[in-house]
């Protein structure tokens, strides 16, 4: 875009990304430390949650169904009151077992499909709620019992744009922990090689250390072969199963993509089970994006399809790791075992 005014230069965000070659890429093994990535994913861990979980999307918990959802091995029902507000509880009927995801929700409250149980969100001498909030963009559950920490009133966010209205969620489950989703995210140096068709010019410029948590990153989002948007963004942890991506300076700026890792089950072949629930809220200075939510019905879709391709490698990413890790789990448990005695 030479010879382009500075003023034109400003109102396209676009610009040219000469071709380059897979394979002849500048390799970024030595500075993906495994070392540094597992310090800061221990980091991570530490952080306080308040015993928060992301339940699901805002959009999916309805009026007239209610939600079933699994989360840390507790079947749970959500649903909203005819006030809309978020109800959730455990997923049984405490009369005789039946499913509640299959009920119907009348006049707010929460009726059982075997025998019409009215369940209104408040506790009962055999069915007593858990805490749920509604932040606009995700529903979520506090599991006390489970996170065992010092419950917060309210999940822990990263600050968020002030409005949110454009955003998108997309939910993918994967065969692994939420410390696998997100070590991937605190690993950003394999971003131009896994994902060659949306990243290019991947730079990691600041690394965490002792006095600051976050990995600041420079990359070119690409749009086409030959055109992407530059930016600088950076990766913190709110809470130990949360990364945010927020894109710091250039077009987009204050936009952010969080993604909560979400523990459901153990499967039947005995391997953990995690849901990956990635908001992405966008924002811009540019005056026309004040409409932009009017176009949501179609930039919806976009940024979830974009999203989902992005989980698609990053799961098999999360996934293999949890392999590696359970199978060396698995040997040295058989090492350890005592070898059976010798029959004489």
Known sequence: MTGIPDRLRRAIPLRPISPQSWSRQRPTHEQARPRLIEDALHAAGRRPSGNWYVLAASRDIGGARPLGATVAGLEIVAWRDDRGRVHAGPGACPHLGAELATGRVHEGALLCRWHGLRLDGGCTPRWTPYPAHDDGVLCWVRLDA??????????????????????????????????????????????????PYSFTRLEVTGTPDAGDDRFLVTVTFRVTRHLGVPVEAEFTCPDPRTIVMRIVSGEGAGSIVETHATPTDIGADGRARTTVVEAVIADSARPGFRHAHRALPLLRPLMRRAALRLWTDDLAYAERRYQLRTKRFHAAAADARPSAAPHR
């Open 146 to 195: 489970i996170g065992r920490e010092t419950p917060t009133d309210t999940p822990i966010l990263a600050p968020r744009p002030a409005d949110t209205r454009v955003h998108a969620v997309a939910t993918v489950t994967g065969i692994c922990e939420p410390a696998d989703i997100i070590a991937n995210r605190l690993d950003p140096w394999h971003g131009s090689w896994f994902h």
